[in-house]
């Protein structure tokens, strides 16, 4: 006779909770970065990332690596912010550095008080306080502190071919933002009188080429950055006084 055996009974029964691990009194591995101190968790939603602190990134990238070096994940790495996050708001570096270039030019611009320089011209009542007196100046205080800019020397000196197409192909934002500039005070320097009546774009085109040569030829020429600057203020004052001596 076969014996029949039986399976045992299974109960069923709630397992019993995990212990629960002692809090180590170690601190913790990560702790909020110190001033000026970057943090090191992995990259911040792009929600939460201002464009100043991305282009912060760029601009010290610029200073070490220079622009043909770096790349988008050199600046997702330095700003610690995603790839995606750059993509969505430049196509490629390219654009980065044109946005800091620009960011540059507009705090030079608002340092020499570019912007009201022309208008407050209108209420001056002291001799040659005029429009163009007052843009001549203001062009001459950028292009001396463009040709020590730490930005422009960099790009000068250790990758020039970066500026080519700007200079024989196309014109950047900065320019653009330049020659705007210069215009809005032409046209309130031609209506005080202290500008000579010409078609305002054809002028500033001047004012931003003479500038500019200054800036990045200037110190081939010469050591003797104090004439270089007397002599385009006085090239820039009879190219747009209106009966020039």
């Known amino acids: 006779m076969s014996q029949r055996r039986n399976a045992p009974e299974v109960t069923e029964t709630s397992s019993p909770p995990p212990p629960v691990p002692a809090r180590s009194a170690e601190p913790s591995a990560y702790a909020p970065p110190a001033v000026g101190q970057a943090a090191t968790r992995g990259p911040v939603p792009a929600n939460a990332i201002d464009d100043a602190a991305i282009l912060d990134a760029v601009y010290e990238l610029l200073l070490t690596l220079g622009p043909r070096r770096m790349t988008m994940a050199d600046i997702a790495r330095g700003a610690q912010v995603s790839r995606a996050t750059l993509y969505r708001r430049w196509r490629n570096v390219g654009e980065a550095i044109a946005t800091v270039l620009t960011r540059e030019w507009d705090r030079l611009a608002a340092d020499a008080e570019f912007g009201r320089m022309a208008s407050d011209a ?124």
Not at 172 to 188: C, K, N, S, Y
Not at 216 to 235: N, Q
């Open 122 to 245: 209108l209420a001056g009542d002291e001799p040659g306080d005029d429009a163009r007196t007052r843009i001549v100046d203001a062009v001459v205080a950028i292009a001396r502190t463009s040709r020590t800019h730490p930005l422009v020397r960099t790009i000068v000196d250790q990758d020039p071919e970066f500026l080519l197409p700007y200079l024989l192909r196309r014109r950047g934002r900065t320019v653009d933002h330049q020659l705007a500039a210069i215009e809005e005070g032409l046209r309130i320097g031609i209506a005080d009188g202290s500008v000579r009546d010409a078609d305002v774009a054809a002028l500033a085109r001047t004012v931003v080429l003479s500038a500019w040569s200054s800036v990045l030829t200037g110190p081939v020429l010469t050591d003797d950055l104090a004439s270089l600057d007397d002599e385009l203020r006085h090239l820039l004052d009879q190219h747009l006084r209106p009966n020039p001596r």
